[in-house]
């Protein structure tokens, strides 16, 4: 399985989780698998992202000593940008450094309050080796690269309550401030064994202080709600919760406090035991702190709730960008080969392409798209129209970069008659029926897809595609990501990632799919991004031979492209070692807006 620190989590309000080793770092894109225009920070191991005064932060779990993650070590980097694509490192935000934290500044997240200043509530190991959530204030909110930031010395805010494991409470949300004028935080916990996301509510929100008088503060007093927000017996530990609001009806996103008529809620769980991130769609009362369920069937069992991706990615965290009226998700994607693989690269994880979320006209899912910025970096294009790839064909896609590229295709299956028949078992694990019915395996409608990273023999490539299926007198869309064959190296994870598309197949014959793929990421969205699948692969031809791109049909039934664009992507400026150029950009950028 993929590797991930124990209680370590990527997202939160303000959070991300990179490595940075005190080694000299790689800047050039595919050396090692490094990515061209995905969030890394310069070199190591990398907690949350916001918007704030016309500049995007991004403060991240960080091991300024080496590639490896190190519950001592951790602290919090620090970058900006103008654009969610191109970013100048700055200096750490917070560092390990009083009785509170001393062992480590983990995950935690941002919140802006209503004057506009920003604040952090950080999970911080303290002396004793017990989580606690402590806060932190910019120094100078005037500073609109908030450089430099302060620990109050009454920290803890919430020390470690009774009843919960001195391990097992950790990942204080975004705050968001209910209609009685209390503000209330989430915090994962373990209480007497069972995995619980708890409410902690504050009053004291509208204090004014002066430039020094930290006392004053907002967030210092918080009050355990009696019941939890969510609790389950079966999942196991959760982590990294997310609450957050979005209208029933357009795309546009919204202040994390909004509530009220046409606004329904989201609540995303991360679970340690199998590395995914969860999700359910509801109706969220701040006067009960009680969230119900558009899919009571689902449960209490996070397991069965929605995947927000079904590759490898976890501790995913959204935030409201105010300067594009959107919601903006981001989840980190670790590593899958060795950590010895880890140490020889100098560096260690990445994260997603920012994603814009919103919620599907069914009012259960959530959609995701790359957001807008990502088209910045679209240079060569290529395309195709109106090809029919009929049993067995293998199209290349020529003229592009196939390392560096985002490609959009649009298949139209032309009859539903020849889908193989699904039974019940099969519908239980996807990812399984993708490992069993591979893109090598023929089927009757599909498999239809890309060929992705792959080496001119074909001996390594990654697979993305669909299959349809009759199950029950209806349709059934299946998108996989087939990593069997993306590597010949050795101690590699290439397991099959897959889902069931939530999508009227009779009704939606035209099945959109596209792929950003940036040398060891491969990010795939099915159906107008319905589903959503990330990969991290590792080829080794691509140290000495380009990769290629084909777009194919493996099933018996003819399948028809009526339209492909693949755009050659250049790289993206993202902590690179020299930095002075792209910061004075951004500034530049942030003053003209």
Not at 58 to 71: C, K, R, S
Not at 161 to 184: E, H, I, K
């Amino acid at each position: 399985m993929a590797r991930l620190p124990l209680a370590a989590c990527v997202a939160v309000a303000f959070h991300l989780f990179l490595l940075a080793s005190s080694s000299s770092a790689t800047t050039g894109a595919g050396r090692d698998g490094r990515t061209a225009y995905h969030f890394q920070p310069a070199k190591n191991w990398q907690n949350g992202p916001m918007y704030y005064n016309g500049l995007y932060h991004f403060f991240y779990q960080y091991n300024p000593h080496g590639a490896l993650w190190d519950i001592g070590n951790l602290s919090w980097g620090h970058s900006v940008s103008g654009d969610l694509i191109n970013w100048a490192s700055l200096e750490n935000g917070l560092d390990p450094t009083a009785p509170f934290d001393i062992n480590g500044c983990w995950s935690g997240s941002a919140t802006i309050l209503p004057d506009g200043t920003p604040v952090i509530l950080y999970t911080g190991i303290d002396a004793n080796k017990s989580q606690v959530q402590n806060v932190a204030f910019p120094k100078n909110p005037g500073d609109p690269l908030l450089r430099e930031w302060v620990k109050p010395e009454y920290n803890p805010v919430i020390p470690l309550p009774a009843d919960v494991p001195g391990d097992n409470f950790r990942d204080p949300s975004t705050a968001w401030l209910g209609r009685d004028g209390q503000w209330r935080v989430a915090v994962s916990a373990e209480v007497s064994g069972v995995a619980s996301t708890l409410i902690f509510r504050s009053s004291n929100s509208n204090s004014t202080a002066g430039d020094d008088d930290y006392h004053q503060f907002p967030f210092r007093s918080w009050e355990r709600n009696p019941a939890p927000l969510h609790s389950s017996k079966a999942s196991g530990m959760v982590e990294c919760p997310d609450l957050f609001p979005v209208k029933v009806k357009g795309k546009d996103g919204l202040d994390t406090s909004a509530n009220g008529f046409g606004v329904k809620h989201v609540l995303k769980l991360s679970v340690m035991d199998t590395l995914q991130d969860y999700y359910m769609v509801g109706e969220y009362d701040d006067t009960t702190d009680k969230l119900v369920a558009a899919e009571p069937e689902r449960g209490d069992d996070v397991r069965r709730w929605r995947r927000l991706d079904y590759g490898h990615v976890y501790a995913s965290k959204s935030f409201f960008d105010a300067r594009r009226n959107r919601r903006v998700l981001w989840a980190w994607a670790n590593e899958s080969d060795s950590q010895a693989d880890d140490v020889a690269r100098g560096w260690s994880g990445v994260q997603t392409v920012p994603r814009k979320v919103w919620l599907d006209k069914d009012g259960k899912q959530l959609r995701q798209w790359p957001i807008q910025e990502v088209e910045s970096l679209r240079r060569t294009l290529v395309g195709v129209r109106k090809t029919v790839l009929g049993a067995g064909a293998m199209n290349e896609i020529v003229g592009v970069g196939g390392s560096q590229v985002d490609v959009e295709v649009s298949f139209k299956i032309q009859s539903l008659d020849a889908a193989e028949l699904l039974n019940a078992n099969e519908m239980l694990d996807p990812q399984q029926l993708c490992g069993q019915k591979g893109a090598s395996v023929p089927g009757g409608i599909g498999p239809f897809g890309l060929i992705v990273m792959a080496s001119g023999d074909l001996h390594e490539h990654t697979a993305v595609f669909f299959r349809v299926f009759h199950y029950n007198s209806t349709y059934k869309l299946l998108m996989c990501t087939d990593l069997t064959r993306s590597s010949t190296k050795a101690g590699v994870y290439k397991p099959p990632y897959g889902g069931f598309v939530d999508i009227d197949v009779e009704e939606h014959k035209k099945i959109k799919l596209r792929t950003l793929i940036d040398h060891s990421v491969v990010e795939s969205f099915g159906a107008g991004g319905r589903a959503v699948i990330t990969a991290r692969v590792y080829p080794e031809h691509t140290a000495t031979n380009s990769s290629h791109l084909f777009v194919f049909n493996n099933g018996t039934d003819a399948v028809r492209v009526s339209k492909l664009r693949a755009w050659e992507l250049a790289p993206a400026s993202v902590n690179i070692a020299d930095n002075g150029l792209i910061l004075s950009k951004i500034l530049k950028q942030q003053s003209e807006s």
